[in-house]
T-cell receptor, first 123, second 110 residues
Framework: QLQLQASGPGLVKPSETLSLTCTVS??????????WGWIRQPPGKGLEWIGS???????IHNPSLRSRVTVSIDSSKKHFSLRLTSVTAADTAVYFC???????????????WSPGTSVTVSS | QSVMTQPPSASETPGQRVTISCSGS????????VNWYQQLPGTAPRLLIY???QRPSGVPDRFSGSKSGTSASLAISGLQSVDEGDYYC???????????FGGGTKLTVL
């Protein structure tokens, strides 16, 4: 059974870089049927998609976050990662990693999620 | 500001049926399929409905989805206290070039 676990520092200083890793267990990370992504949820607010990576390394990210976002995948280590540069208090949120269907079978939903990991941006 | 609009709250008594709406536009619901997510307090979201009307394995048939034009709905029948939580619609938006979520609806079972 697929499980995802997001990990990383819970506290990041303003202007620094937030780095998170999502470890995949119970299934392959190299399937052409799925994308691997990051979604965040600021305190008391809704969901915001950050970016996704395909097993080939192909990346799409939310244009609203401009060039601050990098998503990468390491199939040999069965994990994918998020880097968000120049963070501010607005980046304080619970971060989730998730697997999304590629849509080949009609399912393009985020079907498997990690427990959230809380990140606070503060000096 | 979300590109898909949901009512901030909904409520109904146990055993009854409740419907949650999601209003979008031609760049999201009008062109692409909608997914629905349930987020119980303190937990990660869970995919309830994909491709407008399809339930993933393990989701009870009390949950159903529909879509017409640029609006979609999630219906929950036989409401139970365990259904209390937040519900989000989600879809790809062709203008944003991004996955978008509605603002969420907080469901209270009275």
């Amino acid at each position: 059974q697929l499980q995802l676990q997001a990990s990383g520092p819970g506290l990041v200083k303003p202007s620094e870089t937030l780095s998170l890793t999502c470890t995949v267990s119970g299934d392959t990370i190299s399937s052409p049927d799925y994308y691997w992504g990051w979604i965040r949820q600021p305190p008391g607010k809704g969901l915001e998609w950050i970016g996704s990576v395909y097993y080939t390394g192909s990346i799409i990210h939310n244009p609203s976050l401009r060039s601050r976002v990098t998503v990468s995948i390491d199939s040999s280590k069965k994990h994918f990662s998020l880097r968000l540069t120049s963070v501010t208090a607005a980046d304080t949120a619970v971060y989730f990693c998730a697997r999304r269907g590629s849509g080949h079978d009609g399912n393009d939903g985020f079907g498997v999620w990690s427990p959230g990991t809380s990140v606070t941006v503060s000096s | 500001q979300s590109v898909m609009t949901q009512p901030p709250s909904a409520s109904e008594t146990p055993g009854q049926r409740v419907t949650i709406s999601c209003s979008g536009s031609s760049s999201n619901l009008g062109t692409n399929t909608v997914n629905w997510y349930q987020q119980l307090p303190g937990t990660a979201p869970r995919l309830l409905i994909y491709s407008d009307t399809q339930r993933p394995s393990g989701v009870p048939d009390r949950f159903s989805g529909s879509k017409s034009g640029t609006s979609a709905s999630l219906a929950i029948s036989g409401l139970q206290s365990v259904d209390e939580g937040d519900y989000y619609c989600g879809a790809w938006d062709d203008n944003l070039n991004a996955w978008a979520f509605g603002g969420g609806t907080k469901l209270t079972v009275l």
